[in-house]
């Protein structure tokens, strides 16, 4: 969902955040391009945190925490999770937005491109139809994509998220290195990679937030960061154009 504000947000930042037809509008203009967006411009203090491999146990903690600041996230989930979670996905409809991370998160370049579809199609369908919103945003497992699948993604509208700093949270840091190293990628435009079912990275979730609130930032989804930061589309065409996030 892309407009929700949670209820503790304050009315000034309300006022402040761009409207759904604006994050839609942001959104679009990066997903024409076909290629993976690794972060946003750097006009101003906003920041999106993305969790991969949701929905699931330390989820509604998150968005708890998520709450107490008035902040908002991105997560990226798995369609074999909604059987078990489906009121946890409504509610990630509801407070922050939901982005495709395929049914099963297998290793994409592996897979014949009609499968690699498959799999971000039949995820994204399943979540629409708990949520009621439509998936735009998708990022692959592991962060390897292949130019037949971005290809794809680009007819559908879709927009392929990839990050400015990896909290290496999923490769086995512990909690203080996962706070350090999410510390260090806070700056304008910054798209954070944390996995929303792990205690360490709750742990270091809990610690983060004040640490973004006192530098004077606001944690945003990535459509929202995408319409108050708009990134320069000469620099996504740039970052991408070795091919890196895709094969």
């Known amino acids: 969902?892309?407009?929700?504000?949670?209820?503790?947000?304050?009315?000034?930042?309300a006022r402040a955040m761009p409207t759904e037809a604006e994050q839609q509008e942001a959104v679009a203009r990066v997903a024409k391009l076909g290629l993976p967006i690794y972060e946003a411009g750097r006009q101003g203090k906003y920041v999106a945190l993305t969790f991969d491999d949701g929905p699931g146990p330390y989820t509604g903690k998150v968005l708890d925490e998520l709450r107490k600041y008035g902040f908002r996230a991105t997560f990226f989930v798995n369609g074999k999770n909604f059987r078990s979670w489906p009121d946890t996905l409504r509610r990630e409809g509801r407070e922050a937005v939901v982005g495709d991370h395929?049914?099963?998160?297998?290793?994409?370049?592996?897979l014949p491109v009609a499968k690699q579809i498959a799999e971000v199609s039949r995820s994204a369908r399943a979540?629409?139809?708990?949520?009621?919103?439509?998936?735009?945003?998708?990022?692959?497992?592991?962060?390897s994509s292949t130019r037949g699948l971005n290809a794809w993604l680009k007819r559908s509208g879709m927009l392929n998220v990839l990050w400015s700093t990896d909290s290496r949270d999923s490769l086995g840091a512990d909690r203080t290195e996962i706070l350090r190293l999410s510390k260090a990628?806070?700056?304008?435009?910054?798209i954070i990679l944390l996995h929303e079912n792990r205690g360490q990275t709750y742990w270091a979730v809990n610690r983060l937030l004040p640490y973004i609130k006192k530098k004077g930032y606001t944690a945003v989804t990535v459509p929202e960061l995408l319409a108050l930061n708009p990134p320069?589309?000469?620099?996504?065409r740039k970052r991408a154009g070795a091919g890196v996030g895709f094969r």
Do not use: E
């Not at 395929?102 to 592996?110: A, F, N, Q």
């Not at 979540?127 to 962060?143: C, E, H, K, N, W």
């Open 1 to 13: 969902m892309l407009l929700a504000v949670p209820a503790v947000a304050t009315a000034a930042r």
């Open 102 to 110: 395929t049914w099963s998160h297998p290793y994409l370049p592996d």
């Open 127 to 143: 979540s629409s139809a708990i949520t009621d919103d439509r998936v735009q945003l998708f990022r692959p497992p592991y962060g």
């Open 185 to 190: 990628g806070i700056r304008p435009g910054a």
């Open 232 to 236: 320069s589309l000469s620099v996504v």
